[in-house]
């Protein structure tokens, strides 16, 4: 079983949409977690972090559920510029590594 | 601005030769990691370090070095390219900062191995 695992995608949605990626993970002691972006070919940045009240940014909203061992980010009103990559990260315990999900693509159309 | 500058951009080298990745931070972070990303297995961890005279192998490492004589720079070595190792590297750094993990990232750098 993978560490993190998601589903690849594509997700194809108009604008405006609202569309909700989820991401499980294995270690169940795993510490912290975060969304990153990554736009075709650059380099992925920190959306951002994931904590257990769930916490919201604007049009983007993460949850944890740690009983499940799962996270997800739901993306409201989408504009053609949320296109992108969304990575899944989570902390295993006892390090500094964040393990990667490989990704899930997101294409907002008009 | 605090920065994470990676070079070249784009590297294009033959089998058998030996590669430098430069990485350089001004974030003055502790921790610096280098990964490949290939279509399909997303991010793989190659090395890291967590200061200065401190390297540490990941998933991938097999083929490659890295050595940490200063807080800012992380170099990657290949020490004889194969074309297995084709691939987009990115290099990253990270403190405890607000009390997580969060890792900044480089531009990447694009290398294929003819």
């Known amino acids: 079983r993978k560490e993190v695992e998601q589903d690849p995608g594509p997700f194809n949605v108009p604008e405006g949409a609202t569309v909700a990626f989820n991401c499980t993970y294995s270690n169940s002691a795993s510490q912290s977690f975060f969304w990153y972006r990554q736009d075709c070919r650059k380099e992925p940045k920190l959306l951002m972090s994931?904590?257990?009240s769930g916490n919201e940014d604007g049009r983007f909203t993460a949850q944890l559920n740690r009983a499940s061992q799962y996270i997800s980010l739901l993306i409201r009103d989408s504009k053609l510029s949320d296109s992108a990559t969304y990575l899944c990260?989570?902390?295993?315990?006892?390090?500094?590594?964040?393990?990667f999900g490989t990704g899930t693509r997101l294409q907002v159309f008009p | 601005d605090a920065e994470i500058t990676q070079s070249p951009r784009h590297k294009i080298t033959e089998t058998g030769r030996q590669v430098t990745l430069a990485c350089h931070q001004t974030w003055n972070h502790n921790n610096m990691f280098w990964y490949r990303q290939d279509l399909g297995h997303g991010l793989r961890l190659i090395h890291y370090s967590y200061g200065v005279q401190d390297t540490n192998k990941g998933e991938v490492s097999d083929g490659y070095s890295v050595s940490r004589s200063n807080t800012e720079d992380l170099p990657l070595t290949l020490e004889s390219a194969a074309s297995s190792q084709t691939s987009v590297y990115f290099c990253?750094?990270?403190?405890?900062?607000?009390?997580?993990?969060?890792?900044?990232f480089g531009p990447g750098t694009r290398l294929t191995v003819l």
């Open positions: 990253a750094s990270s403190g405890r900062e607000r009390g997580t993990d969060t890792q900044y």
């Open positions: 994931v904590y257990s």
């Open positions: 990260v989570v902390n295993p315990p006892n390090t500094d590594k964040l393990i």
